[in-house]
Nanobody, 126 residues
Framework: QAQLVESGGGLVQAGGSLRLSCAAS????????RVWFRQAPGKERRFVAA????????YYADTAKGRFTISRDNAKNTVYLQMNSLTPEDTAVYYC???????????????????WGQGTQVTVSS
């Protein structure tokens, strides 16, 4: 059974960095676009960053541009999110997901994804 498992979350001070990982198992996700969403308490799940199946293209929310970097290692079936210059507004549960769609215009939407992880908590203290 295909599964996505996030790791790397935790508590960090404002200005600090974290690197999230999303390891896939049960099938190969090398042909899937991979994404990170986040959900703060009381808010809807929101797009953070996506990476095309080949890694050739990446997409970022405005709040992530210049601070976050998404990358992938298809040999390890894993996608990463390097987060720098964190602020308390980045506090949320971070979820990874995967889709086979080649349409980058839908990557920003929760409904585009076939597989989801359980999430990892990121807390940024001021």
């Amino acid at each position: 059974q295909a599964q996505l498992v996030e790791s790397g979350g935790g508590l960090v001070q404002a200005g600090g960095s974290l690197r999230l990982s999303c390891a896939a198992s049960g099938r190969t996700f090398s042909s899937y676009a991979r994404v990170w969403f986040r959900q703060a308490p009381g808010k809807e799940r929101r797009f953070v960053a996506a990476i095309f199946w080949s890694g050739a293209s990446t997409y970022y929310a405005d709040t992530a541009k210049g601070r976050f970097t998404i990358s992938r290692d298809n040999a390890k079936n894993t996608v990463y999110l390097q987060m720098n210059s964190l602020t308390p507004e980045d506090t949320a549960v971070y979820y990874c997901a995967a889709t086979r769609s080649l349409r980058s215009d839908i990557y920003y939407y929760v409904g585009a994804y076939d597989y989801w992880g359980q999430g990892t908590q990121v807390t940024v203290s001021s």
